[in-house]
T-cell receptor, first 110, second 112 residues
Framework: GIQVEQSPPDLILQEGANSTLRCNFS?????LQWFHQNPWGQLINLFY???GTKQNGRLSATTVATERYSLLYISSSQTTDSGVYFC????????????FGQGTRLTINP | EAQVTQNPRYLITVTGKKLTVTCSQN?????MSWYRQDPGLGLRQIYY???????DKGDVPEGYKVSRKEKRNFPLILESPSPNQTSLYFC???????????FGDGTRLSIL
């Protein structure tokens, strides 16, 4: 089945810094999503981005489907950005199954 | 307000005592799914449902059952819970299978 790998596993930054999180996937996908798990454990859908670029405030994401990777950019980090960021993907053959990466734990210090 | 509601949020129980975790969505979504989250293993899919009366196994279905009799509800059933099913469980729904998924707040199960 499809493999989803995220890097880095951990990232510690000061408030105001920018960050880039990477997600590599092993197969062609028609479904790529980014989630934020906040310190209370809630999973929030950030982006649905099987290809192209999207922006939402200080967050943006780019998926290059032909090269099998996606990037999540966080600009001007705030302490509320702390948590774990997951990407998840479904292969074209098997869109009903969503496979998650191991996550990137982001800590933003004041 | 569009939401996915799971109950209970927390449960401590004993081995072998049947339990059901309910999941309900109010968005008229066709697709629903259950995941478990374990330290070091991330989120793994247990079961999913493409629509009413259509369910299938995910990657870790052993020890679980599901049903989808109504579009809005997708309960997860542990017929004979064991300690290795201690985990954080999430229910999710989406308009269709490859569309953005919306997650419930999670259910933390402890099986003693």
């Amino acid at each position: 089945g499809i493999q989803v790998e995220q890097s880095p596993p951990d990232l510690i930054l000061q408030e105001g810094a920018n960050s880039t999180l990477r997600c590599n996937f092993s197969d062609s996908v028609n479904n790529l999503q980014w989630f934020h798990q906040n310190p209370w454990g809630q999973l929030i859908n950030l982006f649905y981005i099987p290809s192209g670029t999207k922006q939402n405030g200080r967050l943006s994401a780019t998926t290059v489907a032909t090269e099998r990777y996606s990037l999540l950019y966080i600009s001007s980090s705030q302490t509320t950005d702390s948590g774990v960021y997951f990407c998840a993907a479904s292969p074209i053959q098997g869109a009903q199954k969503l496979v998650f990466g191991q996550g990137t734990r982001l800590t933003i210090n004041p | 307000e569009a939401q996915v509601t799971q109950n209970p949020r927390y449960l401590i129980t004993v081995t072998g005592k049947k339990l059901t975790v309910t999941c309900s969505q109010n968005m008229n979504h066709e697709y629903m799914s259950w995941y478990r989250q374990d330290p070091g293993l991330g989120l793994r899919q247990i079961y999913y449902s493409m629509n009413v009366e259509v369910t299938d196994k995910g990657d870790v279905p052993e020890g679980y059952k599901v049903s989808r009799k109504e579009k809005r509800n997708f309960p997860l059933i542990l017929e004979s819970p064991s300690p290795n099913q201690t985990s954080l469980y999430f229910c999710a729904s989406a308009d269709r299978a490859n569309q953005p998924q919306h997650f419930g707040d999670g259910t933390r199960l402890s099986i003693l």
